[in-house]
């Protein structure tokens, strides 16, 4: 072990009595795990910043995400854990996998900020316990095998974005007129006219999650985290006891998704601005984006996972650090579903709500600000979009 290294670890241990400084959850402030002397964040800079987007593949070569600890790789989904010199991992939080090596660290950005934890191990178990009795429809054993997986606190990576714009639209407005034919009766009738102008917008910390895709999935469940106003600049201290997953999705292939926001919300904002002229209808056809500013920061969101096989099966399932709320995966239990058609038509149709496991589309227009929160990638996961409030 050389000596900066070294150094870098012992910036983490306690002055006082030498025992390991720690994020203490339910005080909200860093603190020696032993003697309980508060300590404040060893960081290099004062706020959390934005990097300009251009500046990001030259950034992503010159370090590594986590210099103060080691990598550890999960065969079983290819995820990267942190794991720093007072934590062990035996089984991957994202999977369930016990096929873990010590890997050697690609070059990548470091963390800007962090969410801290405010969800402590207990709330979460007692979210998470109510969540699966709400789980009428499965399994008694999944039950039991849920109940028994360990909660693992670990901090997912995100990139959140920045972005001004301004965008030119192309389409038509509509207006209802009433005509009477020849017959003597009226009828409606539509006319359209052709339409340009200009919107534009501001958005501040689009959210997309950079863990291993199959993670992705269960992520969006618990989504939002308030980033705006909770983040915190980073400092190693924040990962004591907790793992980190090192992205798996670089910025330059996240941004698509915060694009697609953008896209979608200005789209949205142009159909506004055609109502706004008089018209009682509007159809949108173009709309070209132009980026006058477009910045982004890696961050990492607290999280408490648990990850198991059942039946031969992978089932994992996360509470977010932050809010407490519960997302997760599990099989349907075919009898129980047959006995409740059975029982009522309601539940039936309930069912097959719940069955059919596409999210309900979001009609255009309500992608605000806060809600524009994506998380992107093949999901190797079953659907489904039950969440715990
Ligand atoms: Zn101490
Ligand atoms: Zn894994």
Same mark, same amino acid.
């Given at each position: 072990m050389d000596t900066q290294y070294r150094e870098q670890i012992d910036?983490?241990? /306690? %002055?006082? @009595?030498g025992g390991t400084i720690k994020w203490n959850i339910a005080k909200q402030r860093l603190e /020696? %795990?032993? @003697?309980?002397t508060p300590y404040q964040a060893e960081t290099t800079v004062d706020k959390v910043e934005e990097h300009e987007f251009a500046d990001y593949t030259r950034r992503e070569g010159?370090?590594?995400?986590?210099?103060?600890t080691t990598i550890i790789a999960c065969e079983g989904c290819g995820a990267q854990i942190a794991v720093d010199a007072h934590t062990t991992a035996?089984?991957?939080?994202?999977?369930?996998?016990?096929?873990l090596l010590e890997a050697r660290q690609e070059a990548g950005v470091p963390p800007d900020g962090v969410v801290p934890f405010r969800i402590d191990r207990e709330t979460a178990q007692q979210n998470f316990s109510k969540w699966v009795k709400s789980r009428?429809?499965?399994p008694n054993r999944l039950k039991q095998a849920y109940q028994a997986g360990k909660l693992q606190g670990m901090y997912l990576p995100f990139w959140t974005f920045d972005a001004e714009v301004t965008s030119r639209y192309w389409g038509s407005g509509g207006t209802q007129h009433h005509v009477r034919d020849r017959d003597g009766k009226t009828r409606t009738e539509v006319r359209w006219r052709p339409v340009s102008g200009q919107v534009g917008g501001s958005y501040d910390d689009l959210q997309v999650c950079a863990a291993q895709n199959s993670a992705s999935q269960v992520v969006e469940k618990v989504l939002p985290y308030n980033t705006v106003e909770n983040t915190t600049p980073f400092s190693p201290s924040y990962l004591s006891g907790f793992l980190a997953e090192r992205y798996a999705i670089p910025a330059t292939q996240a941004v698509d998704s915060a694009q697609a926001q953008i896209q979608a919300d200005q789209e949205s904002r142009a159909e506004g601005e055609i109502l706004s002229r008089g018209y009682s209808l509007a159809r949108v056809d173009r709309v070209e984006v132009c980026y006058h500013r477009l910045t982004y920061k890696h961050v990492l969101l607290p999280a408490w996972t648990s990850a198991f096989s059942y039946k031969g099966k992978r089932y994992m399932y996360i509470i977010n650090?932050?809010?407490g709320k519960v997302g997760g995966q599990r099989p349907y239990s075919v009898p129980k579903i047959l006995a409740a058609v059975g029982v009522a038509a309601a539940a039936f149709a309930a069912a097959v709500l719940l069955l059919s496991g596409e999210p309900a589309p979001r009609p255009v227009g309500e992608a605000s600000q806060q809600e524009a929160v994506v998380c992107q990638g093949e999901f190797a996961w079953q659907a489904w979009d039950e969440t715990l409030n």
């Open positions: 910036r983490q241990l /306690c %002055a006082n @009595c /020696c %795990a032993s @003697c309980r010159e370090r590594v995400s986590f210099p103060e035996t089984v991957c939080p994202m999977c369930g996998s016990t096929q009428w429809f499965a650090g932050e809010s």
